[in-house]
């Protein structure tokens, strides 16, 4: 009985040797072919590994600087060369002054918010106040019309009385609730409801 032991045992420890040589084989293959550049036959040799991982996002960084930002994005999207590629374009329109393809493109992109100001700003100052609340209302651009808007109602509403007063608060409270003036609106709201019954 206890050569049996011996005997299993010896087997075991053989097994689990074999098995530690193996994986020191791999990753000693693996990093070899990594220093070697050969990163395609990483890929293929050991999919799944970290070797393979690894051999993939030097692959995008080498795309990335022979400027095939589009061949990364398709192949390798969660690599970090792919969040490089796409700063790299959201750059490029921006520097080519087209702001609504970089915030329509990449609205993640630092350059989105840039994008998004110059667009509003341009509407501002063309006057489309109207155009300005529709594409880009929560802009700094689009939040100075509205607190505008906002307190000219509420001066208007001042200057009334009954039914058309209310229906002017009512339009602040409405359209006009993240605005500074929408306190003031309400409150005169509630005392023109009660004087109305």
């Given at each position: 009985?206890?050569?049996?032991?011996?005997?299993?045992?010896?087997?075991?420890?053989?097994?689990?040797?074999?098995?530690?040589?193996?994986?020191?084989?791999?990753?000693?293959?693996?990093?070899?072919?990594?220093?070697?550049?050969?990163?395609?036959?990483?890929?293929?040799?050991?999919?799944?590994?970290?070797?393979?991982?690894?051999?993939?996002?030097?692959?995008?960084?080498?795309?990335?600087?022979?400027?095939?930002?589009?061949?990364?994005?398709?192949?390798?999207?969660?690599?970090?060369?792919?969040?490089?590629?796409?700063?790299?374009?959201?750059?490029?329109?921006?520097?080519?002054?087209?702001?609504?393809?970089v915030f329509e493109q990449f609205p993640n992109s630092p350059l989105a918010t840039d994008a998004q100001r110059?667009?509003?700003?341009?509407?501002?100052?063309?006057?489309?106040?109207?155009?300005?609340?529709a594409a880009y209302p929560e802009s700094d651009r689009g939040k100075e019309v509205k607190e505008a808007r906002?307190?000219?109602?509420l001066n208007n509403a001042k200057k009334l009385s009954g039914a058309k007063k209310i229906e002017v608060l009512?339009?602040?409270?409405?359209?006009?609730?993240?605005?500074?003036?929408?306190?003031?609106?309400?409150?005169?709201?509630?005392?023109?409801?009660?004087?109305?019954?």
């Open positions: 009985m206890k050569f049996f032991k011996i005997v299993i045992l010896t087997g075991l420890a053989l097994f689990v040797l074999g098995v530690f040589a193996g994986c020191q084989g791999e990753a000693g293959s693996a990093q070899k072919l990594l220093a070697d550049g050969k990163y395609e036959e990483v890929i293929q040799k050991y999919p799944g590994t970290q070797f393979a991982r690894r051999a993939e996002a030097l692959v995008a960084e080498k795309l990335l600087a022979e400027g095939k930002a589009d061949e990364v994005l398709e192949k390798y999207p969660h690599s970090r060369a792919a969040y490089l590629a796409v700063q790299e374009k959201a750059k490029n329109l921006y520097d080519q002054k087209q702001y609504r393809a110059i667009l509003a700003d341009e509407l501002y100052n063309q006057g489309l106040f109207d155009s300005l609340l906002a307190e000219e109602l009512e339009e602040i409270a409405r359209s006009y609730n993240q605005t500074k003036v929408y306190k003031e609106a309400a409150r005169m709201l509630s005392d023109a409801r009660s004087k109305s019954k």
